[in-house]
């Protein structure tokens, strides 16, 4: 199993981006995926994670109402739009795969067990 995060970049305060996870190898679309965000000094946290659109679906108190997370089971992608960003958003932002099916997924790093390579994301004017 592989994941690939990719769509960071650099964007002013109140900018948007678009965030996506491939995912690739033996999975299944009921395995809970969560995006999470890392900043020197401070611990992972995961910001946003989905089983499912509309079923499952958890977020961050800090980041509710302005990101979306997504699952395209066709394609196996999680995507995580970041809208209204603010600088403390800035970090590097990776995603990660239960490898367990689930009908719930967590925002604690402890539930996942297969971790991509981080996106960085900075916000700055």
């Known amino acids: 199993v592989q994941l690939q995060a990719s769509g960071g970049g650099v964007v002013q305060p109140g900018g948007s981006l678009r965030l996506s996870c491939v995912i690739s190898?033996?999975?299944?679309?009921?395995?809970?995926v969560g995006w999470f965000r890392e900043t020197p000094g401070k611990r992972r946290e995961g910001v946003a994670c989905?089983?499912?659109?509309?079923?499952?679906?958890s977020y961050e108190d800090s980041v509710k109402g302005r990101f979306t997370i997504s699952r395209d089971k066709t394609r196996n992608t999680v995507d995580l739009r970041l809208d209204r960003l603010q600088p403390e958003d800035s970090g590097t932002y990776t995603c990660?795969?239960?490898?367990?099916?689930?009908?719930?997924?967590?925002?604690?790093?402890?539930?996942?067990?297969?971790w991509g390579r981080g996106t960085q994301v900075t916000v700055s004017s």
């Open positions: 990660a795969l239960a490898e367990e099916e689930n009908w719930y997924c967590t925002l604690f790093e402890v539930g996942y067990q297969q």
């Open positions: 190898g033996r999975t299944s679309p009921q395995m809970p």
């Open positions: 989905i089983v499912a659109e509309e079923i499952s679906e």
